[in-house]
């Protein structure tokens, strides 16, 4: 892996090699960011399930979906 450097006041371009602390950096990056998306995914998907469970739980004491959803709104 390369890394691009721009020098803005010459406008000379570089390409140097990434470090190995640096590719490691990056590697710990992504790893960090899917480890949210993991997580955003499944408190996304946690709450779904409580929404369809408390909206089962509703129609089963007689409420209809027009009543559940104006409860949601």
């Not at 929404?51 to 739980?57: F, G, L, M, T």
């Amino acid at each position: 892996m390369d890394k691009v450097i721009v020098d803005c006041s010459t406008g000379e371009t570089t390409i140097v090699p990434l470090t190995e602390q640096e590719i490691a950096d990056m590697e710990a990056a992504a790893a960090e960011a899917e480890a949210a998306r993991v997580a955003a995914e499944a408190e996304a998907q946690a709450a779904a399930e409580a929404k369809a469970s408390a909206q089962a739980k509703l129609a089963a004491l007689g409420l209809t979906a027009d009543e559940i959803a104006a409860l949601s709104k």
